[in-house]
């Protein structure tokens, strides 16, 4: 099981993002388990303020840090070891698969949300191990990225997507996007599934699948291919693409 903490303004827009469909069923069963963390309730303040204006002035205003730290306290004070903390924000790393797998063999992962025109650096190095982004975009907080990213590395534990098979073939296997699905009825406003779909030959379907993995990525995701697992046919058929 991992532990997912998230220390947020916001602790019910995290519970009633993450208690649904996949990441719902995993915590009912015991795969997953999210702890949604108010920073006011460790505001000294009355009115439970947790921002002030930013030194040497500028607009909007900036997180405290003893609010957060106080938050974070709460958890690691329960916990054994040094868990990693990942702050959102579009400055970090760009979250891909690879990261996800990383994280899923954490058993406690803290999230910081920041909200504002950001957080107190001084907090920010005392207790953050990885700056993480979702894209190149600005968001109004931390939130939407860390329930993205709560799915994404829910889905690499292991029993919570049922059949882990399903989880190994998606897409960014070997670094691939996904080949393309079909399901019933056969034909739909005259567009046939590939006859070799219903061929019940598997290594001829396998083959196919392959080559339109490697045929989307080629076209859509060329970046991809310099860090994919390529044996000698994908390489000599993505030669043959290239040329056309």
Same mark, same amino acid.
């Given at each position: 099981m991992i532990n997912f903490h998230v220390l947020t303004l916001f602790p019910e827009?995290?519970?009633?993002?993450?208690n649904t469909s996949i990441?719902?069923?995993a915590m009912e069963k015991g795969y997953i388990n999210i702890n949604a963390v108010n920073i006011r309730d460790f505001s000294n303040d009355k009115h439970n303020h947790v921002d002030d204006y930013p030194y040497g002035g500028g607009a909007g205003m900036i997180m405290q840090p003893e609010p957060i730290y106080k938050a974070y306290k709460s958890i690691t004070d329960g916990v054994e070891g040094q868990p990693r903390v990942i702050y959102? #924000?579009?400055q970090g790393k760009v979250f891909n698969q690879a990261m996800a797998e990383e994280f899923a063999g954490e058993k406690e992962l803290i999230f910081l949300c920041g909200h504002y025109e950001g957080v107190d650096e001084r907090v920010l190095e005392m207790i953050v191990t990885d700056y993480v982004s979702i894209g190149d975009f600005v968001l109004t907080g931390g939130e939407l990225p860390a329930m993205v990213m709560i799915d994404a590395i829910s889905r690499k534990v292991e029993g919570v997507l049922?059949?882990?098979i399903s989880s190994e073939i998606? #897409?960014?296997?070997?670094?691939l996007l996904e080949y393309p699905q079909y399901t019933r009825p056969e034909e739909f406003m005259g567009m046939r599934v590939p006859d070799i779909l219903l061929s019940g030959h598997h290594g001829n379907i396998e083959k196919w699948r392959r080559e339109k993995s490697l045929e989307r990525t080629l076209k859509n995701r060329p970046d991809l291919l310099?860090?994919?697992n390529l044996d000698k046919s994908d390489i000599e058929y993505l030669s043959k693409l290239k040329k056309k």
């Amino acid at each position: 099981m991992i532990n997912f903490h998230v220390l947020t303004l916001f602790p019910e827009m995290i519970m009633q993002g993450i208690n649904t469909s996949i990441t719902g069923r995993a915590m009912e069963k015991g795969y997953i388990n999210i702890n949604a963390v108010n920073i006011r309730d460790f505001s000294n303040d009355k009115h439970n303020h947790v921002d002030d204006y930013p030194y040497g002035g500028g607009a909007g205003m900036i997180m405290q840090p003893e609010p957060i730290y106080k938050a974070y306290k709460s958890i690691t004070d329960g916990v054994e070891g040094q868990p990693r903390v990942i702050y959102l #924000t579009p400055q970090g790393k760009v979250f891909n698969q690879a990261m996800a797998e990383e994280f899923a063999g954490e058993k406690e992962l803290i999230f910081l949300c920041g909200h504002y025109e950001g957080v107190d650096e001084r907090v920010l190095e005392m207790i953050v191990t990885d700056y993480v982004s979702i894209g190149d975009f600005v968001l109004t907080g931390g939130e939407l990225p860390a329930m993205v990213m709560i799915d994404a590395i829910s889905r690499k534990v292991e029993g919570v997507l049922g059949n882990d098979i399903s989880s190994e073939i998606e #897409t960014f296997y070997d670094n691939l996007l996904e080949y393309p699905q079909y399901t019933r009825p056969e034909e739909f406003m005259g567009m046939r599934v590939p006859d070799i779909l219903l061929s019940g030959h598997h290594g001829n379907i396998e083959k196919w699948r392959r080559e339109k993995s490697l045929e989307r990525t080629l076209k859509n995701r060329p970046d991809l291919l310099e860090n994919a697992n390529l044996d000698k046919s994908d390489i000599e058929y993505l030669s043959k693409l290239k040329k056309k």
